[in-house]
């Protein structure tokens, strides 16, 4: 009996098929007529639950609508620690994220810098991930295409569709840092425009469509992507930070947008959102598209265990990032050229302040839901939930527990 049909028959006789900690569970409701119906369900049950596994996630990926989900994303670990288990906050959450139900693990492209040096190639991330999840989507957050051969790009993800059975998601970005432009000098003054030209080249390429390039001894040839992906069309996503050209571009390919609060309040993110949705609906498509906003996030059993715990490191965080500190400076007056211990301590205190208030996840699960309700309201389909921002790794896998806590109540918003 096919699977569609199993699933069928089940619901007419009572038997509920649901996924828990990413496995089927069987609920036998009332007793069945036919009783040959379980023995189905047992012979084919890694298809079954293959079958509920991929409705759960294309429901959640679906058409923007419905409930918000959250994943976990990793960005700003800090290379200079000489630790032989670097990866073992990554490693440790996208299992803990597979077993409990969040959407997706997002990895980034960083290079040549200890804020975030832990990622230099998402792909490489997110095949090590392959292999130890089953359900959770692996996703790019961002390639800097400007700084990769896009038909490298495709052949690397269609690798890791395979490894994970179709569940990669890619966010491509421009790029802005002059120094990572050592991998393509050639790029940095029209990497804006090689993105979205190279993010056309991997959609064809992903759907079977050649590419034409030249060989070694100069002759023009026609190269496909393989090994073929499993899913048929890739789910991308534009990263778009404050720029509204940016969240209008997106609209317009029909991709996804991925964004953040650093440098711009709730209420300027809602307005791109609308400016987003309305760019793409004019472009001719039917369904609102993606929002995934990335926050800064640490949940505990108790406010005081949150100041306790994040305050120093988010503060470090910010620290490290001179773009963020020049424009925080701006708001308070400080010469951000000129700055004194002191006024790096007021500034960093004012920042984290803010931030807490505003601009992340720091809290209970109770404290933060208005907040994650909030982002909701203003139309954030999923919120990713940056973990990695300088506290240690075991306090936050113990952690977790409590972010799926504040996840499945955002589930029922």
């Given amino acids: 009996m096919a699977v569609d049909k199993i699933l069928e028959r089940c619901a007419e006789e009572n038997i509920a098929l649901t996924i828990e900690n990413g496995e089927l569970s069987v609920k036998v409701l009332a007793p069945p007529k036919d009783k040959s119906l379980l023995l189905d369900v047992k012979r084919l049950r890694s298809e079954i639950e293959r079958?509920?596994?991929?409705?759960?996630?294309?429901?959640?990926?679906?058409?923007?609508?419905?409930?918000?989900?959250?994943?976990?994303?990793?960005?700003?670990?800090?290379?200079?620690?000489a630790d032989r288990n670097k990866y073992r906050l990554l490693l440790e959450g996208a299992q803990f994220a597979d077993r409990n139900g969040f959407e997706a693990v997002w990895t980034p492209e960083r290079h040549f810098a200890q804020f975030g040096g832990l990622y230099p190639n998402p792909s490489l991330m997110a095949s090590a991930l392959a292999t130890i999840t089953r359900n959770v989507a692996l996703r790019a957050g961002s390639v800097v295409l400007p700084l990769?051969?896009?038909?490298?790009?495709?052949?690397?993800?269609?690798?890791?569709?395979?490894?994970?059975?179709?569940?990669?998601?890619?966010?491509?970005?421009?790029?802005?840092?002059?120094?990572?432009?050592?991998?393509?000098?050639?790029?940095?003054?029209?990497?804006?425009?090689?993105?979205?030209?190279?993010?056309?080249?991997?959609?064809?390429?992903?759907?079977?469509?050649?590419?034409?390039?030249?060989?070694?001894?100069?002759?023009?040839?026609?190269?496909?992507?393989?090994?073929?992906?499993?899913?048929?069309?890739?789910?991308?996503?534009?990263?778009?930070?404050?720029?509204?050209?940016?969240?209008e571009s997106a609209g317009k390919i029909g991709a996804n947008v991925l964004s953040h609060l650093t440098g711009q309040t709730p209420e300027a993110l809602a307005e791109k959102i609308k400016l987003y949705r309305q760019t793409r609906a004019a472009a001719g498509y039917t369904t609102p598209g993606r929002v995934t906003v990335m926050i800064h996030t640490f949940i505990s059993a108790d406010q005081d265990t949150v100041m306790k715990v994040a305050k120093e490191p988010f503060k470090r965080y910010l620290s490290q990032s001179i773009g963020l500190l020049s424009n925080l400076a701006a708001q308070v007056g400080i010469d951000a050229e000129r700055i004194s211990p002191a006024d790096m301590e007021t500034l960093l205190e004012h920042a984290f302040l803010r931030y807490?208030?505003?601009?992340?996840?720091?809290?209970?699960?109770?404290?933060?839901?208005?907040?994650?309700?909030?982002?909701?309201?203003?139309?954030?389909?999923?919120?990713?939930?940056?973990?990695?921002?300088?506290?240690?790794?075991?306090?936050?896998?113990?952690?977790?527990?409590?972010?799926?806590?504040?996840?499945?109540?955002?589930?029922?918003?």
């Fill in 51 to 81: 079958a509920l596994l991929d409705a759960q996630r294309n429901a959640a990926q679906g058409d923007g609508e419905g409930r918000t989900t959250m994943s976990l994303f990793y960005f700003s670990s800090d290379e200079g620690v």
């Fill in 148 to 247: 990769n051969d896009p038909l490298r790009v495709a052949e690397e993800w269609a690798v890791v569709d395979n490894l994970s059975d179709g569940r990669v998601g890619m966010a491509f970005a421009s790029g802005w840092q002059p120094n990572d432009f050592v991998l393509a000098p050639d790029n940095y003054a029209t990497r804006h425009q090689f993105m979205y030209d190279g993010i056309e080249q991997i959609r064809g390429l992903w759907r079977g469509q050649p590419v034409t390039r030249r060989n070694g001894v100069g002759e023009q040839i026609q190269v496909n992507c393989l090994p073929r992906p499993i899913q048929r069309e890739l789910p991308v996503w534009i990263t778009a930070a404050t720029s509204p050209q940016t969240f």
């Fill in 356 to 413: 807490h208030r505003t601009s992340a996840l720091l809290g209970t699960p109770e404290s933060t839901l208005e907040f994650a309700a909030r982002l909701r309201a203003i139309g954030v389909d999923e919120i990713a939930c940056l973990v990695d921002f300088g506290i240690d790794t075991d306090t936050v896998l113990d952690n977790l527990p409590y972010l799926n806590e504040l996840k499945n109540a955002v589930a029922v918003l």
